[in-house]
Every structure is written in structure tokens, then in C-alpha cells.
């Protein structure tokens, strides 16, 4: 067990970040961010900052040796250095190396046992026109690597065909796969201990616009809630053969022949923000709880319902009228620029 006054190190100073820090802070522990930013959103609420490429290995055994556990709140990391953090680093550097590459996640969340939707790995226009002879359309291409809030995503279909989609994702290696005619979208977060147990929150229902996440609900409505228990029992088996400590998040689409996974994270998730205020302890608690292997925290609802929009771009603005409204829980993230498509915050009501 790694007590209270430790120094937990944090690779990524986004606003997963910080909300880890302000948990970890809760608990007792220092934090240290490890980031290329001069003044990440996570360094104003932590004590310690090392502004450092994520390649740099003098600086990454340097905070090895200054932290008594690491951990990663951003996927598009470089893997091989963070060898350097052997077992302090928690999840472990496979957890990041599987989900970070879109490829290698499909064919192990099929190896776990469970569904995504049909896909091809492309690595040219040939293979995504093949792709679309064989699994037909409308299908998303999406690069392999350094995808995030649908940024390097094209679809092909009614609004785009294949040469324009293949440029507009800049020829990168990619997949296509197939698009899902989901009835809803939800999530599958769960906190796993190093000694196998492990705890899941009720699902968030998610609704994304442009690929974005804009709001989670939670309880699901009845369609994918009947989904849940497979999409568990899979979400379990993923994180058991990734051998992953903490919270592991899995996205899904209730889709009418039953839940195809979409993408999995290492880590805490957007659409776990709701618990913070909503569940009896939040992702990030529970995080931070797990890698210092204290006790599971209880994980139920506080009342009937939460429910999470994001803040984002200009929406941020808004933020004199949501600081005024009764019950409302603001976060701002504390990020100057309010660039559109940028989570700026979020705001989490709780309802009876
Ligand atoms: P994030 O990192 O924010 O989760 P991302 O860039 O990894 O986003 P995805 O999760 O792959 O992107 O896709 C974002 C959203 O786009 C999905 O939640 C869904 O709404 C839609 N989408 C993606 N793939 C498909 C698909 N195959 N069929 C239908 N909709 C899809
Ligand atoms: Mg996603």
C-alpha cells in the first residue's frame, strides 16, 4: 500500500489530469505532473512540474525517482520510454501500447471474446477500396494512431467517397470499419486491483455531436441497459488479459444484434465525470485508489440520476449563468483558450 504523502506522478496535464490531483489531494498525496507544457491545466493544482518532452529520458528517470507511483492520463504517449518507470508505472505500459494504436485494440478486444463492427486494417487506397467491396458502406476510416474526439476521421458513404475520405485523413495507416446503426451509445467503467478485484459504476448513456462526447446519463434508458451485463462480462475480460490496474473504460454501441465495443481507455474517462458529485466515489478517487492498492471505494448512485454536459469552445462562456444555478457542479478546466472543439469544462446536475 502506498500511504498518504507519497508523491503520485502523473504523465499528462489535461484536465484528467487535474481532476486525478485534486482526488489525489483529497487523499493526502502530493502530485507530480510530467508534461511538455510549460503551465499544463494539471500543475495548478499539483506540487511538483516537469515540463519535458515525453521522449526525454533524463527527465523521465529523474521523476521515476522523485515519485513512489505513475500513472497516464493521455493515450498518445510514446511507449518505449516509458519503460524507464518499470513497476512504479501503473496501468502498465500494455494497457497504453494496445489501446493507442486502433489495429492492434480491435484484434485484442476480439481476442478477448467480444464484438466490435466488421473492420479492415488500410494502409493505401487500394486496401480502402477493397475495404469498401468487402464490408460495404457507409464505413469511418480512422487513422491507427493519435485519434481523439474524432479528430482523424473520415467517412465514406453518403457524404464522402473513398479518395476524398483516404486524403482527408492525410493517407495515414488507417481502419475501416463498418458504420454502426446504433440505437445508443454507452460506457463500461471499471477499476481493477493488481490482485484481480475489481469494481464497475452504473453505465453512462453518451450522446456525441462531430465526434465529440456532449453528454452522459446515467441510468441508461432500458435499450442499453438490457446490454450491460455482456458488455461487462467483456469489459472484464479485456481488462483482466491486459492485466490492467485502475480505471479502464469501454465504449460501446447497443446495437439491435447486441453491444459492439467501439474503443477502449486505459484510464479514467469523460464519460465518468458524472461521478464525481453522482456515484459515492468518483473515477478519479478510485483511480488513484487502485494504483496505491487502498481499499475499493463503493461505487453506487447518491440519488436516482446524473446527468454531464461538456463545456465546449465558447460554451464556456456560459459559466456566470451555471455558477448561479441552484445544484449545478461547474468544473472549469482552467485551459485560457476556448478553441472550438476544445473541453473547456463541464457541468454535472444530479436529479432525484
Ligand atoms: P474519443 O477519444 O473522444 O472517444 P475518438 O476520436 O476516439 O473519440 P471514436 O470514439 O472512435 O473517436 O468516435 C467518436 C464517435 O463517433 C463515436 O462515439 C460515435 O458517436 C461516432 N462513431 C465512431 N465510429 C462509428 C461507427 N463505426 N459507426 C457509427 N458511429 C461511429
Ligand atoms: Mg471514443
Redesign the pocket.
Known amino acids: 500500500m502506498i500511504g498518504p504523502s507519497s508523491t503520485i506522478g502523473i504523465i499528462g496535464g489535461g484536465q484528467l489530469g487535474r481532476m486525478l490531483a485534486i482526488a489525489a489531494a483529497q487523499l493526502g498525496y502530493k502530485c507530480h505532473i510530467f508534461d511538455p507544457g510549460g503551465h499544463p491545466p494539471a500543475a495548478d493544482v499539483a506540487a511538483y512540474l516537469t515540463s519535458a518532452p515525453f521522449d526525454d529520458l533524463a527527465a523521465l528517470d529523474k521523476f521515476r525517482d522523485a515519485v513512489d507511483v505513475a500513472t497516464y492520463e493521455f493515450e498518445n504517449l510514446p511507449v518505449e520510454p516509458l519503460a524507464r518507470l518499470g513497476e512504479k508505472l501503473r496501468p502498465g505500459a500494455r494497457s497504453l501500447a494496445i489501446a493507442q494504436d486502433r489495429a492492434t485494440e480491435k484484434e485484442f478486444i476480439e481476442r478477448c471474446g467480444a464484438r466490435v463492427?466488421p473492420w479492415r486494417a488500410v494502409a493505401s487506397l487500394d486496401d480502402v477500396h477493397a475495404a469498401t467491396a468487402e464490408l460495404g458502406t457507409p464505413i469511418?476510416l480512422?487513422t491507427r494512431r493519435y485519434?481523439?474526439?474524432?479528430?482523424?476521421?473520415a467517412w465514406i458513404g453518403a457524404e464522402g467517397d473513398a479518395e476524398t475520405a483516404w486524403a482527408a485523413i492525410g493517407e495515414e495507416p488507417a481502419v475501416a470499419?463498418?458504420?454502426?446503426d446504433?440505437v445508443a451509445?454507452f460506457s463500461v467503467i471499471l477499476a481493477r486491483w493488481a490482485d484481480g478485484r475489481h469494481v464497475f459504476w452504473d453505465s453512462p448513456q453518451?450522446e456525441?455531436r462531430d465526434?465529440?462526447?456532449r453528454r452522459s446519463t446515467v441510468p441508461c434508458t432500458d435499450v442499453a441497459a438490457a446490454q450491460i451485463a455482456d458488455a461487462r462480462e467483456a469489459a472484464l475480460a479485456i481488462a483482466e488479459a491486459l492485466g490492467h490496474v485502475g480505471v479502464l473504460t469501454v465504449?460501446y454501441?447497443a446495437s439491435p444484434g447486441g453491444p459492439l465495443v467501439?474503443?477502449i481507455?486505459p484510464r479514467v474517462h469523460?464519460s465518468g465525470h458524472w461521478t464525481i458529485e453522482g456515484a459515492v466515489t468518483s473515477q478519479f478517487e478510485q483511480h488513484i485508489r487502485a494504483i496505491c492498492d487502498l481499499p475499493p471505494g463503493v461505487t453506487g448512485l447518491m440519488r436516482g440520476r446524473a446527468i454531464m454536459d461538456n463545456l465546449i469552445g465558447a460554451e464556456v462562456e456560459r459559466w456566470p449563468e451555471l455558477v448561479a444555478e441552484r445544484g449545478a457542479h461547474v468544473h472549469l478546466y482552467g485551459k485560457d483558450e476556448a478553441r472550438p472543439g476544445r473541453k473547456m469544462g463541464h457541468v454535472t446536475r444530479i436529479r432525484r
Open positions: 463492427a469511418v480512422k485519434g481523439y474526439d474524432g479528430k482523424g476521421q470499419e463498418t458504420g454502426v446504433f451509445e453518451n456525441h465526434g465529440i462526447l465504449e454501441f467501439n474503443e481507455a469523460n
